[in-house]
């Protein structure tokens, strides 16, 4: 009798393993299938980026700069790493679409520990050109995606993203970064980062989101998520604008690219394009265009005839030397490595989870047998079923945390088996590539986590 409830029992539970898998190996093609993503259309007028960013006179077309910004060939500086400075760009049209998203890319630099003030993305119904929140005008009607650098209130919360609405009768809480008015907030330390930070705001059916790249990979599209507000209602046309300011400490606020999108939900026929750009406009342009070419060749001519000695240099010179290619594709590696480790990582704590809930439905179910079989010995079977479970979530755990697999390798007796063993399961990573793995010595063995 009880060796044919056991045989129930492993029966059921492998039942249940099996759903349990195949449930979540559907959720995510279910959500795709019922939430279709919107149309995106891009929005030159509500846009910028290089690198023709600015026009020879120093004028973002369709956008105008206020206070100490330095707009360039390739990004805006909002404000130099000097104390008490405070910039902004704002857009010259207003958005007068209902839903969008925000593309900014950007650089937060300074040489110091802490940095301040900040940076602020905005959609408001005027143009905040001047004022005290980061560069620009306090009371204003709409929203503001806050990157705060400097930690006021003491509470070490500091660098923050705060999103922040105001219906222009609200005074920004300064003493207490915020944190009193906000929607949404998450922390993320977006300064002198090795790659440019990107944020994308997108505001569609009442919610915005903001996803953040923190700036440690070349890829592009490694957003995480930050915050969300539902049910937020702004207004129906503002301005985008982006603004910066330094305090008692500075740091350099580029904006390297601001890029708009009209979203419009699937199967909704978008309005047509703006006109054709107007003759008179063209022939500005194409004007201004070949002047600037006139006075870029009289300039490479006047600088060859003043340094004839720069023609006699070596090519070599130009271009990337081995060894500088070398660590580049290193470096390159090295983050391709850690994207995966990082996806790995989800998915092994995914795994983990269910298996705690296997473990936990067994056991349930193998305590309430025993109740019912009272005075019977128990199952060999029905232990086999917890021992195999228990030991695949031992071997979850283990792989799940990679540093303590790491200190435990060290203590065995057979260096050598355990390092070949972690190289293998991508578990460590050597310092210097050009040695071999089983050769190398052990101060060069790093955990790669």
């Known amino acids: 009798m ?71 060939a390739d990004q805006v500086r909002i404000t130099p790493s000097l104390r008490s400075q405070k910039g902004s760009v704002w857009a010259k049209n207003t958005v007068n679409f209902d839903h969008w998203e925000a593309e900014v890319t950007f650089r937060v630099s300074g040489r110091g520990r802490m940095g301040a003030d900040g940076l602020a993305i905005w959609f408001t119904t005027a143009q905040g050109l001047d004022g005290p929140v980061y560069g620009a005008a306090d009371n204003w009607n709409g929203i503001g995606i806050f990157f705060d650098s400097f930690d006021n209130d003491g509470k070490k919360n500091n660098p923050a993203v705060l999103v922040v609405g105001n219906n222009g009768k609200l005074v920004y809480d300064h003493p207490n970064d915020g944190t009193t008015q906000a929607l949404g907030t998450c922390l993320r330390d977006f300064r002198n980062k090795p790659y440019p930070v990107r944020a994308k705001i997108t505001y569609y059916k009442k919610t915005l989101t903001v996803l953040i790249n923190n700036g440690f990979t070349p890829d592009k599209e490694d957003y995480e998520f930050c915050t969300k507000v539902d049910n937020m209602i702004i207004p129906q046309e503002g301005y985008f604008g982006i603004s910066a300011a330094t305090g008692g ?40 265009f070949e002047n600037f070419q006139q006075e870029l ?128 399961q991508n578990l460590i990573c050597f310092s210097n590539y050009k040695i071999s793995p089983l050769k190398v010595s052990e101060h060069f063995i790093k955990p790669c986590i």
């Open 2 to 72: 009880a060796v044919s409830i056991g045989r129930c029992l492993a029966a059921d539970a492998c039942l249940l393993i099996l759903a349990l898998t195949f449930h979540h190996s559907n959720a995510d093609n279910i959500v795709a299938s019922t939430e279709e993503a919107p149309h995106r259309r891009f929005e030159y007028k509500y846009s910028f980026k290089g690198p023709h960013l600015s026009q020879t006179d120093g004028i973002i077309p369709f956008w105008v700069h206020s206070g100490n910004a330095i707009p360039s």
């Open 297 to 424: 060749d009289k300039k490479k001519e006047d600088y060859q005839k003043e340094h004839p000695e720069v023609q006699r240099e070596p090519i070599e010179d130009m271009y990337e030397s081995v060894n500088d290619r070398e660590i580049h594709q290193v470096f390159e590696g090295q983050n391709q490595i850690h994207l995966e480790i990082k996806q790995l990582h989800r998915q092994l704590a995914m795994i983990l989870d269910e298996q705690n809930r296997y473990v936990s439905v067994v056991t349930d179910e193998l305590s309430k047998r025993q109740v019912e079989l009272v005075g019977q010995a128990p199952s060999q079977e029905m232990g086999a079923v917890v021992a195999t479970q228990q030991e695949i979530l031992r071997n979850l755990n283990e792989l799940s945390h990679p540093r303590a697999t790491w200190h435990r390798a060290h203590r065995a007796d057979g260096q050598s088996y355990s390092i070949r063993r972690l190289y293998k």
């Open 249 to 288: 400490l500075a740091d350099d606020h580029d904006v390297l690219s601001f890029l708009t999108f009209r979203l419009s939900e699937p199967g909704q026929e978008l309005p047509a394009p703006e006109a054709e750009m107007p003759k008179e406009e063209q022939d500005k342009y194409q004007e201004e």
